[in-house]
Each structure stands twice: as C-alpha cells, then as structure tokens.
C-alpha cells in the first residue's frame, strides 16, 4: 500500500509536470512562470536578493513562419528553447510566454549580470546557422531587461522589460535594452 501510494504520487508530479511544460519546446509554460515568479517575488520581498527578469522575442517571426511554414517556426522555437536551456543555469527559469516570446526569470543576478547572459543567448542565437529544407534561415532574437527594486510589483518590472524589449526593436532588432 505505501508502494502505491508512492507511485500516486510521483505520477501525479509527472502529471503535473507535462501540464507545465510546452510540449514541442520541453521548457516550462506561461502558467509554471506565473507560479515560479510570484514565489520568487515572495523570496524577493524577503531577503532582497537580486531578481532579474528578461523577455526575449524572436526578430520577424512572423516572416519565418510565411515563408517557410509553420513546421519551420516550430523548429525555429525549439532551436531556441534549447539554446536558453542550455545557456542558463539551473536556478534559473526558462519559459515560453506566448507565440514567439520567452521569458526568463533569474534569482540572485544583477542587472549587468542578466545583459550580459542576454546578450551571449541573442549572439548565440543569431549564430545558430538554422536550416530548413536546404535553406539558411536567418534568425535573431531582441530582449528587453528589467531587475526588481523598491517596492516593485511583478506587473511594474515586467512592464519595464516590456518597454525595453520594444526599445530594442525600435533600435533595429537582434539587441538587448534595459529599462
């Protein structure tokens, strides 16, 4: 009967596991970011450790997926998931928002320390020499930065990384911006 109930238990952390993560990409989903940053929030508001967060969009996405298909963007997003993966610690916290947006949560990293992971990723990405069919496809990713300060709420720091994610496209893309 322990056995079992053992057994419960971890298919129930399975379970809940596969509901978390993006299926085709194996990094987390947008409902595992919104649970992990409220409890790194809390963490945050405690013992004031640094709290960085960082959203990245791919660079005309939109512009892969009709020239290629929607089978290359796909292929496109999990060359990129496995990039941040395997580009980040595993304290940190990879996920993908929404269509071609990810956002990263990083506890314990300065802000210069987060431009400087998020510039190696944007390089890294640009240089990933992507091929689909035969065919290079250019790709390249901007981020906008933000760090936790004062008394910050989630949706104020993500709004400044927001903003500066559209003040890295409007500088002419494949950049880094804090705000």
């Not at 989903?29 to 960082?54: F, G, M």
């Not at 496109?76 to 956002?103: C, H, N, P, W």
């Not at 990405?125 to 250019?138: L, M, P, R, T």
Request: proline fraction near 2%; include cysteine; charged fraction near 30%.
């Amino acid at each position: 009967m322990e056995q079992e109930s053992v057994e419960l238990g971890q298919s129930a952390m399975r379970s809940r596991d596969q509901a978390l993560k993006d299926p085709l990409k194996g990094i987390w989903n947008r409902q595992a970011l919104n649970e992990l940053l409220e409890k790194e929030y809390t963490r945050w508001q405690r013992y004031q450790k640094p709290l960085s967060i960082i959203l990245w969009d791919i660079d005309l996405f939109k512009k892969i997926n009709d020239q290629y298909g929607h089978d290359a963007g796909d292929k496109v997003l999990k060359t990129i998931a496995q990039i941040f993966t395997s580009q980040t610690r595993d304290a940190d916290f990879i996920s993908r928002y929404g269509g071609e947006e990810f956002m990263g949560v990083f506890p314990e990293t300065q802000l210069d320390n987060a431009v400087t992971l998020a510039n190696k990723i944007r390089e890294k990405i640009a240089h990933s020499k992507f091929h689909y069919e035969g065919d290079a496809v250019a790709i390249t990713a901007s981020a906008g930065l933000a760090c936790f300060k004062d008394d910050d709420t989630i949706e104020q720091v993500f709004k400044r990384a927001d903003k500066a994610l559209y003040k890295a496209k409007e500088n002419g893309r494949n950049r880094c911006e804090i705000d």
